[in-house]
């Protein structure tokens, strides 16, 4: 699926993770995240997302930091299924999560201009921009909230 995303974004002209699908997809090992995977009736694995429960501490200011907050990163889909928008699908389920859980936020960050436009239409908002070594992230948040016709978008994957 990692592959399948690289290529896609390499035929789009974007920056992929070919270079990089072995470890991403070794963080589903990771003891300290929460990898969610998304799979169609077959099994097939068409997404995945990490979700832990500390957003990273550089880029937020210690009042956010304070906030309870779920942290989304390395979300990735199989381009096969685009139509079905399983990336705003995981999204949006971690948004509806984070309210059973307590938590006011839903944070996530990323370092191509591309995916902001992408993760504002799930409603996403950019909050910071932070030069980190060699690359820029842009740091968004959605409040948390119940998502009313979850259960109708996973069943149409």
């Not at 030069?131 to 119940?146: N, S």
Request: aromatic fraction near 10%; charge should be negative; charged fraction near 25%.
């Amino acid at each position: 699926m990692i592959l399948a995303r690289s290529a896609w974004l390499e035929d789009q002209g974007l920056p992929n993770w070919r270079e990089n699908a072995a470890e991403l997809a070794g963080q589903a090992k990771n003891p300290d995240g929460d990898v969610w995977v998304l799979a169609d009736d077959a099994g097939q694995i068409i997404g995945c997302t990490t979700i832990q429960d500390q957003t990273p501490p550089w880029g937020w200011t210690a009042e956010e930091l304070a906030e309870p907050a779920h942290y989304l990163y390395s979300s990735v889909t199989d381009p096969a299924y685009r139509e079905h928008k399983p990336g705003t699908t995981m999204a949006l389920r971690a948004v509806d999560r984070a309210v059973t859980e307590g938590k006011t936020w839903v944070r996530r960050g990323c370092n191509f201009p591309e995916l902001v436009t992408y993760n504002e239409s799930q409603g996403f908002t950019l909050v910071h921009e932070v030069q980190r070594t060699h690359h820029r992230f842009y740091l968004m948040a959605r409040h948390a909230e119940p998502i009313a016709g979850l259960e109708r978008a996973f069943r149409e994957l």
